[in-house]
Each structure stands twice: as C-alpha cells, then as structure tokens.
C-alpha cells in the first residue's frame, strides 16, 4: 500500500468542478487583487469563526508580522512564545527586532506551559505568543489571565489550528489578534501562500487591513510603513470553495484521529492528548517514539510517509545564537524534538489506509 500524506490532489479531484468554476470566475473577470472573492472569503471566515473582523493576508508569517505591527511591537520589546514551533513564530518577532523569550512547553499537550509564563516577564515584556500546535489551542484562559495582571497583549499563533475550539470557541476568536495561515497542507489549505488575521477590536482591524495595502487609508496615502501583504483573488476563490465543505473535512479530520487513538495501541508509543475542554483542527496527528528516526525508516519502507515536526527547538537554531540559549535551556522541547513523529492526516484518509498504518506501526515500534 502507497500513503499520501496529505491527499492535496485527492482532495482537488473532489472538489475539481466547483474549484474550476471558482478560478475561472476570476480570471474571467481579471479582478486579480483585491476582488469581490476576498471580501465574501472575509465574510465567511468571520461567519465559521464568530469573529468581529477576518481580513486575510498574503500567508501565515506576514499574519504575524500585521498582528504585531498593529500592536506596535518595536525593537527591543520582548515578546513570550514556546521555542518548540515552526521558525515563523519567532523569526518574525526578531524580524521586527523586538526579543523572542521562550518558555517551554507541556509535555502532554506540546503547548506553551503556562505556569513557566510569568518568571519570564519584564518591563520589556509586551505580549504573550501562545501557537496552537499541531491544531490544538493552548490554555488560553490562563494565557489571557496573566497577560491581563501584566498588562500584555495575547497574539495567538494559530496557523495550524483554523476550526478548532477553546470552552467552545474558535481560538480565531480569542486573544488581542489570532491568525491563521492557509499553505497547502494546513487543515484548510489554499493553492499557494495564504493567511488572515482575526480581532474584535475594530480599531486593530482597521490598522491591520491598511498594513496590508502598504499602510495605506486612501489609495497613495500611507498613514503607516505597512507591506504588500494581500491574498489573491484566486486563491480567496478557491478557500471559498475549500470553506464550504470545510465542517464536514474537519469532522473527518478528527475521525480520523479517533481511530488513531484507538488502533494504536503499543506501549512504546505516547498517543497526542487532547484537552477536555478543547477540540483539535489536527493539522498533525503526531505520537512520540523512541528510536524515532529508525521507525520513520521502516514505516517509508511500507509506503507510510511521516514528516518530523519539529526536529529542532527554536532555541538551538543558528539564527537565534545571538539570544545566547543553550541545550538544556529547555528540556520538554529538546525531549519531544527527538521523539515526535508526524502520521499521514486529512480528511481523505481511508478507513484500510489508517487500518494498515496502524498495523506496521504497532509492528515497527515493538522492534
Ligand atoms: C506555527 C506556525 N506559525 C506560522 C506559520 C507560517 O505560515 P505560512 O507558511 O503560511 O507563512 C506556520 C506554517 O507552517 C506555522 O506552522
């Protein structure tokens, strides 16, 4: 049996017809930029998430590069994330010069561990970063509550997890400004770069949607340095599609993560837990294994691809040397660095294909 890991071309023949008709639309309109597709893509991710304002953007980095513009986040403030996370969270906080503080995150949930937050907090301290990893919200109560006592802005990085819930409610719909990135393989994916940024303060939106258009609130008047951060009208065309089918996909998403959870089943494997009061977009389904790297091996031999995110920690990358961490510094992320291992997940997997990676991987890790 041949896995795919993210079924993106299954996934376009089902939807080929409506997604044809979608491109076609635009580009027989010619309204390439800034056409009437993103505005009603606005309307409905507001309308799926709850959210006062969506405004989508160029991808999931630039995402957060409007949030933190928009709460004036400048050189020299320091802003606390996890360091264990895809480089965008805190390559963009050095990108505007201000300070990434890790603090580690929870072995259970992978998540950034609250309790470590406020030994981290300065005077310089001026936002709190949690990501929603692998599509899982963090604990975003606590997170808000000490960012209250402090007086710190919460931008939640949720570039993984658009659709899932915190105590009900989108993590789009939470913290200052949530964002959201739509790369191919997200849970929900355009055909290229794509993103947005949620709020319901309609005077950061506002800022925000301005960034966008090079700071701009009258065409060649900029009231801001912003940056050349919109999405496209045909990828808006084809996430509006994407979109409508998106519930019944991410039900699916997390069936399949339920069998998962079920049919795994060797003690050699720690299965991902999901808190009680959250739901998972599950942009990852992803187990931690000793000897990790061997089983990756032997799971490609049987036609399963996995995918190791992350296999280093933000803070023993090269580009953040000069912020003068060392192994050690944080210990969960280093652990579950060499450990995590990513199983092929979306909405298209079939029953016999999760059935057999089931299979080789109870077989595998037993080794
Ligand atoms: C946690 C996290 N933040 C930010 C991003 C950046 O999103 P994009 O690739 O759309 O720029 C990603 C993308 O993988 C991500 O996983």
Redesign the pocket.
Known sequence: MKIDFANLQYQYQLYKSEIDEAIQAVLDKSNYIMGEEIVQLEKGLEEFTGVNHAISC???????LLAMMALDIKAGDEIITPPF?????AE?IAFLGAIPVFVDVDESTYNINVSKIEEKITTKTKAIMP???FGQPADLDEVQAIANQHDLKVII????SFGSTYKGTSDSNLGDIS?????P??PLGCYG???AVFSNDAELADIMRQLRTHGQNKRYHHKYIGMGGRLDTIQAAVLNVKLKHYKKDLAKRQKVAKIYSQKLQSHDIVLPIIQKNSTSAW?QYSILIKQRDKVQDQLKSKGIPTAI?YPMPLHMQACFNYLGYQLGDFPVSEKLSKEILSLPMNAFLQDKEIEYICIQLNRVSLM
Request: zero cysteines; hydrophobic letters at 40%.
């Open positions: 160029s991808n999931g980095t630039d995402a957060l996370t895809f480089i965008a969270t963009t990501v929603s990893l990085d949720g570039a993984q964002t959201t990135s739509f790369f393989a997200k770069d794509g993103g942009a995110h």
